[in-house]
């Protein structure tokens, strides 16, 4: 799949937010707070970020041709 219309500030974005949500899983694990086996684990994140990522880039792509409502343009800081 292709998303030429998708900006690099936007991938920029979706990797700053992906990579927070995986520190937070393996900091809850090493401080115990996950008590879950790490294979179960790693096979989550993996079907759960697989899912997000395609999924993200795909709706900004719409965004960006004006399939879908209003883009990120409206969060922009001048």
């Known amino acids: ?6 900006t690099e500030r936007d991938r920029k974005f979706l990797l700053d ?3 927070s949500a ?4 393996v900091k809850r694990f090493i401080e ?8 179960y684990l790693a096979e ?3 079907a759960v970020m697989r899912y997000h990522i395609r999924q ?8 960006r041709q004006g ?3 209003r883009g990120p343009e409206r969060g922009k800081r001048e």
Request: aromatic share 2%.
């Open 56 to 63: 993200s880039l795909e709706l900004l792509r719409e965004m």
């Open 44 to 46: 989550m994140t993996d």
């Open 1 to 6: 799949m292709k998303h030429a219309n998708v």
């Open 22 to 25: 995986l520190t937070g899983i």
């Open 17 to 19: 937010y992906t990579m």
């Open 32 to 39: 115990g707070g996950l008590k879950e086996d790490p294979a």
């Open 67 to 69: 399939i879908r409502g």
